[in-house]
């Protein structure tokens, strides 16, 4: 409700800027000398009503095959650089109350000094979100047999009046470990989705989506490592105070932001969520009818 009117509070006066209290306040300038405007910067563009709004949606909407899209080859480099891309998922717990995690969370992200070339806001549905999680998968394997090895002992410890035979407590791990994989492996699908993939029945449910994400390509040079060492360890207990994950996660599962972990890594998750597809026309078609 009142979307138009918030927006144009929180951007502020295109030219009634004031210091600080507003996006245009902070971050965009109006200098005029003479009586004639000498530079202007307003930081931000939003439309002021419902029907200019509809217009500069549909000429987005009309050139963004053309002039959008991942904008690899705009900035300038020199030659000697290796340039990375990497990705970047802000997770959905950010976007679920109004709060401005995800403005800061982005801004802990560019003391890196690296560029985004694109943005894409996204809507995982369990098949996507089982197929971009399936390296974790593996990996959860071995995580969780230690993991358990620790509740089998902790929970056995004391409550038998006989001494366990060397090997008993590991077998069990061995024996559980795939179940307690599957069960935390849901947890993040849940998570990333809104939706509990042991209650999908058919294979249409895999594609409903509940949850969204922001997706950020960043380029630059060593972009991969730059981004992990800002984002963090994935416990946000044992990640370096000041990073992401410190300052903004919760626990594994609701750390603040996923980032690509190699080049191939990047270039695998990038395809899963297509987030080079061009959906803008068909997002405003739906909602304001024809664009031309």
């Given at each position: 409700?009142?979307?138009?009117?918030?927006?144009?509070?929180?951007?502020?006066?295109?030219?009634?800027?004031?210091?600080?209290?507003?996006?245009?306040?902070?971050?965009?300038?109006?200098?005029?000398?003479?009586?004639?405007?000498?530079?202007?910067?307003?930081?931000?563009?939003?439309?002021?009503?419902?029907?200019?709004?509809?217009?500069?949606?549909?000429?987005?909407?009309?050139?963004?095959?053309?002039?959008?899209?991942?904008?690899?080859?705009?900035?300038?480099?020199?030659?000697?650089?290796?340039?990375?891309?990497?990705?970047?998922?802000?997770?959905?717990?950010?976007?679920?109350?109004?709060?401005?995690?995800?403005?800061?969370?982005?801004?802990?992200?560019?003391?890196?000094?690296?560029?985004?070339?694109g943005a894409k806001v996204i809507h995982m549905g369990v098949r996507e979100a089982e197929e971009f999680y399936a390296p974790i998968k593996e990996r959860l394997a071995e995580k969780m047999k230690g993991k358990l090895l620790k509740e089998i002992r902790s929970s056995l410890q004391g409550s038998l009046d006989f001494k366990l035979p060397q090997g008993i407590e590991e077998g069990i791990a061995e024996e559980l470990k795939s179940y307690k994989t599957e069960h935390e492996f849901n947890k993040i699908i849940k998570?990333?989705?809104?939706?509990?993939?042991?209650?999908?029945?058919?294979?249409?449910?895999?594609?409903?989506?509940?949850?969204?994400?922001?997706?950020?390509?960043?380029?630059?040079?060593?972009?991969?490592?730059?981004?992990?060492?800002?984002?963090?360890?994935?416990?946000?207990?044992?990640?370096?105070?000041?990073?992401?994950?410190?300052?903004?996660?919760?626990?594994?599962?609701?750390?603040?932001?996923?980032?690509?972990?190699?080049?191939?890594?990047?270039?695998?998750?990038?395809?899963?969520?297509?987030?080079?597809?061009?959906?803008?026309?068909?997002?405003?078609?739906?909602?304001?009818?024809?664009?031309?």
């Open positions: 409700d009142n979307v138009i009117e918030e927006l144009r509070r929180v951007v502020g006066h295109i030219t009634k800027i004031s210091m600080g209290e507003t996006i245009r306040g902070t971050y965009g300038d109006y200098i005029e000398k003479k009586g004639r405007i000498a530079y202007f910067e307003p930081a931000v563009l939003t439309g002021s009503d419902e029907e200019g709004i509809e217009q500069e949606l549909k000429i987005w909407a009309k050139y963004s095959k053309t002039d959008g899209g991942i904008l690899e080859k705009i900035i300038s480099y020199p030659p000697e650089v290796k340039l990375e891309k990497t990705l970047v998922l802000i997770k959905p717990d950010s976007f679920q109350e109004l709060s401005s995690k995800v403005g800061n969370i982005i801004d802990r992200f560019s003391q890196t000094g690296l560029f985004i070339i998570f990333m989705t809104g939706i509990d993939p042991r209650e999908v029945l058919d294979e249409e449910e895999k594609e409903e989506v509940r949850e969204k994400c922001l997706a950020l390509v960043y380029q630059g040079e060593n972009a991969i490592m730059k981004i992990r060492k800002v984002l963090g360890e994935t416990n946000p207990e044992e990640a370096a105070p000041g990073t992401v994950r410190k300052d903004f996660g919760l626990d594994i599962i609701k750390n603040g932001a996923h980032a690509s972990d190699s080049s191939l890594s990047a270039e695998r998750e990038m395809r899963i969520i297509q987030i080079e597809k061009d959906d803008i026309p068909e997002i405003v078609e739906r909602h304001y009818g024809r664009i031309n």
